[in-house]
């Protein structure tokens, strides 16, 4: 199975941050297998297909508002997780057609081109008998790294590596960094990664490091949620108005 995290760019100016990984659910192991940098749409559909095998089934885990039919205003998901993470400072921003036209559009070719549709719902694929009895499963799901690090590092805020004096954020990213390390250690040892990502978990700071590494983020949510077959995950909102696929919070350490 392809899992795919991407750090979708809301326009189309700028580079949209790729990390992919196999996972063999019959092993229960997965490999780190690189990143792309794509620029507009129809890069970004090649980058992903020219990861996918013929009848693969794949999911990819998108920060961007991919499901958002309010033309204005904000959406109940954006709401709910005010509710839920403004004391980690880890709530959404408005999201809105007019404010992001580019996440829905980019999932409505996802689902044309490649076979993607909007979900978090994992069925048994690795039971599979034959790849031409059904079409292979591949799912695309909106998350948001903020809350997810919240819950995977264990903090009481947010790591503000986004705004800010370059100096300051390129100090909260080499936190960031640190902790990437320690988790994938922690929570993901069955996970090979590959030169490009032990390079890439000590670069310093630029954006197109930041997008990478935002990437490889997203990507482990994907690889969390499909490794514990969506046990230990949490969806907040639904399909219709937008919804946000989170792991579950960690039990006291």
């Known amino acids: 199975m392809l899992l ?15 990390c992919f990984i196999r996972y063999d659910a019959a092993r229960r192991r997965a490999r780190l297998l690189g990143y792309d940098y794509p620029q507009g749409d129809l890069a970004l559909i090649a980058a992903i297909t020219g990861h996918l095998r013929p009848g693969e089934p794949a999911f990819a885990a998108i920060d961007a508002p991919i499901v958002c039919p309010n033309l204005t205003g904000t959406r109940p998901v954006d ?23 580019r996440p829905p559009r980019v999932l409505a070719r996802l689902a044309a081109d490649i076979g993607f549709a909007p ?8 039971n599979r008998k034959s790849k031409t009895e059904t079409p292979a499963p ?22 503000k590596y986004k705004k800010g004096p370059v100096a300051a954020r390129r100090l909260e990213f080499r936190r960031l960094q640190g902790l990437l390390t320690a988790l994938l250690a922690r929570e993901f040892p069955f996970l090979l990664l590959d030169a ?9 700071w630029t954006k197109p490091v930041e997008d ?21 995950s949490e969806v907040l909102g639904d399909p219709a108005t937008g919804f946000i696929l989170l792991p579950a919070a960690l039990p006291p350490s």
């Open 138 to 159: 591949r799912i695309a799901a909106e998350v948001y790294p903020h809350p997810a690090m919240v819950r995977l590092f264990r903090l009481p805020r947010i790591i």
């Open 79 to 101: 709401r709910l997780t005010h509710t839920l993470f403004h004391r980690e400072h880890a709530a959404c921003h408005p999201a809105n057609l007019t404010k992001c036209p």
């Open 196 to 204: 490009d990502t032990n390079a890439l978990l000590v670069t310093p």
């Open 4 to 18: 795919i995290g991407l750090d979708l760019a809301w326009g189309e100016k700028n580079s949209d941050g790729v």
């Open 119 to 126: 979900g978090w719902s994992l069925p048994p694929i690795e």
């Open 212 to 232: 990478r590494t935002d990437a490889l983020f997203c990507a482990l949510i994907a690889l969390w949620h499909v490794h514990h077959a969506g046990t230990r």
